[in-house]
């Protein structure tokens, strides 16, 4: 039986927003593609007559994103473009491209970036100047509700995300060149819906707690006036820990075995259980996650939550090297918060996951804790005063071993 010391839940806190991606990373990401969109919005466009549609997407919408292990690395910014009267009996995926691909350059231009627009397997890219410190990706997409809806139906899963269903680009599939409606398909607002419904009361809350403290301020404002980036709930940090945890210890990976991002945060989303803690999420996190793998007998199932079609592990079974790290990552991070959870001093908590978290986000961490007054480890520091307070907790990891079962629909 584990215990989460206070101690330990105090650091956790202190490491989770080291880990954050400051404010003005996130405005600026926002005032970047909401420039872009205006730019196509123009009169002169080439897009403007189909109604284009800009959004952010991936972790910087979900309130995951991390910050990098170097100050000097850029933040990759994952947006979408929707043409929303253009339909995929209207054109090809290479149409729908070097339509996107002209405007992007042509903004480019116009906002003097220097750096060339790179074109990717499914986006263009606009690379900022190195005071950004970020790059965006847009990727093109047309509405694919409809179609979505009814190959759900059609396969008896649960269609209630399939209204912001896109089809998206790929020039590596083999039709991207033909009209034809069989294209890749996404639905990044869907899931963050998803996402988001998985945290459930402690989401609201943590969205009014921040309204509240506008209000204190004598600042105007309604709950809408909150973006979803600034709200930190317990599971979005666990997610961050996890992701830098992972982050490290596959920093030599050269092989693509490091367990990408959707999967962690799908498994973590799903194990979830409303705790009001971080230390609490992340212990029923690493105690269940892995109860959301299936097995059918021949290979791994990590169901998109919104499209039950997809599978996020479907590379494991080419690549089985993958799934090994996966677990292997898991084991690790299970021993590494059980052993620090139990312990009582901050230095101690920070000298044990140290190796796991890089120096520097460390002594960062260290240094938070120190200025708030509650590091222990240095009499000549303050008493605690001022962390967030939790009870001990009794925790444990199951010493059963789990045996995948058969694919079921998650919605």
């Keep these: 039986m584990s215990v989460i010391s206070n101690q330990a839940e105090t650091f956790l806190h202190a490491l ?44 910087f919408r979900l309130g995951t994103a991390i910050r990098p292990p170097s100050e000097e690395d850029e933040y990759d910014v994952d947006s979408v473009c929707v043409l929303r009267k253009l339909s995929k009996e209207d054109l090809s995926q290479a149409s729908l491209k070097a339509l996107l691909e002209k405007e992007t350059k042509n903004y480019r231009k116009a906002r003097s970036i220097i750096k060339p627009v790179k074109e990717g397997r499914r986006c263009w890219t606009l690379e900022y100047a190195d005071g950004a410190q970020f790059h965006m990706d847009i990727l093109p997409a047309l509405i694919n509700a409809q179609d979505q809806r009814i190959l759900l139906e059609n396969s008896n899963f649960d269609a209630q995300w399939a209204e912001t269903a ?131 007998g021949e290979c791994y199932k990590i169901a998109n939550p ?27 991070v299970r021993e590494d918060f059980y052993s620090s959870a139990k312990l009582s001093d901050h230095k ?17 961490t260290i240094s938070r804790l120190a200025g708030i007054g509650v590091f222990t480890g240095s009499s000549l520091l303050k008493p605690a005063s001022a962390a967030p307070k939790t009870e001990d907790s009794d925790f444990s990891f199951s010493d059963k071993p789990r045996s995948p079962s058969k694919p079921q629909d998650f919605a």
């Design 16 to 59: 989770s927003e080291e880990l954050e991606i400051p404010s003005h990373f996130y405005e600026q990401a926002e005032n970047s593609y909401k420039s872009f969109a205006r730019w196509l919005h123009r009169d002169a466009s080439a897009v403007h007559a189909y109604s284009p549609d800009v959004y952010v997407q991936g972790s």
């Design 166 to 296: 896109i089809a998206i680009t790929d020039n590596e599939v083999d039709n991207f060149n033909q009209i034809t409606s069989d294209w890749p398909r996404s639905n990044p607002k869907g899931y963050a819906a998803w996402f988001i419904s998985q945290m459930g009361d402690v989401f609201t809350r943590q969205r009014e707690v921040l309204l509240e403290e506008k209000r204190k301020n004598n600042i105007k404002a309604s709950i809408e006036d909150i973006p979803d980036y600034k709200v930190r709930t317990p599971l979005q940090s666990a997610i961050m820990i996890l992701k830098r945890h992972r982050d490290e210890m596959f920093i030599d990976d050269t092989e693509n075995k490091k367990p990408i991002s959707i999967i962690l945060t799908t498994l973590c989303a799903h194990a979830y259980g409303g705790e009001e803690t971080i230390g609490e999420s992340l212990f029923s996190i690493l105690n269940q996650m892995d109860e959301y793998i299936r097995h059918d």
């Design 306 to 332: 919104t499209d039950n079609t997809e599978n996020f592990a479907d590379k494991w079974e080419d690549y089985p090297e993958r799934s090994k790290a996966f677990f292997d990552w898991l084991k690790q």
């Design 348 to 364: 101690v908590i920070a000298e044990s996951l140290g190796a796991r978290f890089g120096d520097s986000v460390i002594k960062r």
